[in-house]
């Protein structure tokens, strides 16, 4: 569920802005927006933000910043960012897409400057890597490029101007 959240180290609302308080601040607990699980020794472990799940026809719940996580880790990504739209023969069913940024650089060391090279080098990797997940969190469609991504001042990616920027793309 949500984490939430109270007590005299949090927040008294957002300045000047009692709409936004009113919000995020509930009967006193602040939610947070992330999500988040207890193990059984009563550690917290947040698993991805309320706003991002990509909520499948299925009724299942893709949380993109645990595939974001398993993208990152390949040696020559740069930047992921994993989200869902509907597939082109169906408005209710979603087709998980991963636009990834790759360093340019490692592969140029390794000798491969084509770009088909490089898009089977992803096209292994993200198999490997569909295989260790359930069906329903497999990455269905990739977008490889050298250039990055649109974010905000604080370095986080700007998803929904990305997002709007694939669905032109595909147009």
């Keep these: ?21 009113d919000k995020v601040i509930i009967d006193g607990w602040l939610h947070t927006g992330d999500l988040a699980h207890t ?31 398993l993208i990152s880790e390949l040696e020559y990504v740069k930047e992921v960012f994993v989200f869902g739209l509907p597939k082109e023969d169906s408005e209710l ?16 060391q ?6 088909a090279a490089i898009d089977q080098r992803f096209a292994q990797d993200l198999d490997k890597i569909n295989d260790t997940m359930p069906s329903f969190k497999r990455i269905h469609r990739r977008i490889v490029t050298d250039q990055p991504m649109i974010k ?9 101007e990305e997002i709007e920027v694939v669905k032109a793309s595909l147009k």
């Design 93 to 108: 069913d979603i087709a998980l897409y991963a636009k990834i940024v790759y360093d340019k650089e490692y592969f140029a």
């Design 39 to 69: 193990d059984k020794d009563g550690f917290i472990y947040i698993c991805g933000r309320k706003k991002n799940v990509i909520v499948l026809k299925s009724g299942k719940n893709v949380f993109p910043e645990e595939i974001e996580l």
């Design 110 to 115: 390794q000798g491969i400057e084509d770009e």
């Design 152 to 160: 905000t001042t604080t370095n986080k990616i700007k998803r929904h």
């Design 1 to 21: 569920g949500e984490l939430i959240g109270r007590g005299p180290n949090v927040m008294l609302g957002y300045y000047e802005n009692q709409e936004e308080t």
